[in-house]
């Protein structure tokens, strides 16, 4: 278990992907890539502790989906905004970012940037950010302002993930309301058990009360180290009690892959030949097999 994942499953479509399997290592063919002709698969990246791996994981997955010839964009929804800086983007020096698409006064598209992946852009997060939650309390439809925005590029991709803040705050309400699917990073702790539980209450309430479509894709084990009998418990514990809502792909712990945000880089763009690159390759091959429904 644990680093050493293996899908056995079908290759996704060779128009899409054609990433071939060996072992621990994929290799990835030279891609064409197709113009969306559907609307985006939305999915929030959320989790209510910080730390976990939440940026990295949809930093890294977005980057991987872009690699097979997808089209992503990225919405930082943290007014940290370190999902636009681990994307070499300087957000102390943007004049605008998805604040104002939140607002209206820009439209969406002239805010997103490209980034050093083709395939994949960013919608950023700027300092503005920070006071969203507090204008937005008393808005009508407050939890709608990002769904809203979105609709006006939903058709330009395949998938948009949305990163939010680690709270249950007005933001990631409006991240999980503007989303089809939730993805939770979940680190392999002591407590991960019970955040997950936590969390996944949080959303069977907003589909009680907001958005009934909702769905949880399922959770990714973050800063996993099978060396520890902890991690290696906490593993077997959550697929024992969410069979069917944890992704085999485990990411591990790893210094690579902390220091590839200080870069601007993606651990794809870092160094794509450790072991948290493969890993998170890996993720974003069994992605895209559950999207096509076939494990």
């Keep these: 278990m ?3 994942v293996r899908v056995q499953a079908p290759l996704p479509a060779p128009q899409k992907v054609a990433p071939m399997y060996f072992g621990a290592v994929f290799l990835i063919t030279p891609m ?7 609307m985006a698969h939305i999915i929030s990246v959320v989790n209510q502790k910080g730390g976990v791996g939440k940026t990295t994981t949809a930093l890294n997955l ?6 097979a010839g997808k089209f992503v964009l990225l919405v930082d929804l943290d007014p940290q905004a370190n999902a636009t800086s681990g994307l070499g983007i300087d957000h102390k020096t943007l004049a ?4 104002e ?3 209206g006064s820009h439209s969406v598209r002239s805010l997103i940037h490209n980034t050093d992946h083709h395939g994949l852009k960013v919608l950023p997060a700027t300092q503005a950010l920070a ?4 204008e937005l309390v008393n808005a009508d439809e407050r939890e709608h302002f990002l769904r809203k925005a979105l609709l ?5 991709y395949d998938y948009i993930f949305i990163d939010n803040p680690p709270s249950l705050g007005m933001l990631t309400l409006n991240g999980l309301t503007a989303a089809d699917s939730v993805l939770i990073p979940v680190q392999a702790e002591y407590y991960a058990l019970e955040g997950l539980t936590q969390l996944l209450n949080t959303v069977n309430l907003v589909r009680e009360n907001i958005k009934p479509s909702l769905e949880v894709m399922g959770a990714v084990i973050t800063m996993y180290d099978g060396r520890t009998r902890l991690s290696r418990e906490v593993l077997e514990e959550l697929y024992r009690y969410f069979p069917d809502k944890i992704f085999r792909s485990v990411i591990p712990r790893s210094v690579r892959l902390a ?9 794809l763009g870092y160094d794509p030949s450790s072991k948290a690159a493969r890993s998170y390759e890996r993720l974003a091959r069994e992605f895209m097999l559950r999207e096509e429904g076939r494990i």
């Design 2 to 4: 644990g680093n050493h």
């Design 101 to 103: 698409g939140l607002i």
């Design 62 to 67: 977005a980057a991987y989906l872009a690699d």
């Design 259 to 267: 220091e590839a945000p200080s870069f601007g880089k993606t651990i």
């Design 96 to 99: 605008a970012g998805v604040y």
């Design 131 to 134: 006071g969203a939650s507090v």
């Design 152 to 156: 006006e590029v939903r058709n330009d």
């Design 32 to 38: 064409r890539y197709n113009i969306p002709t559907a």
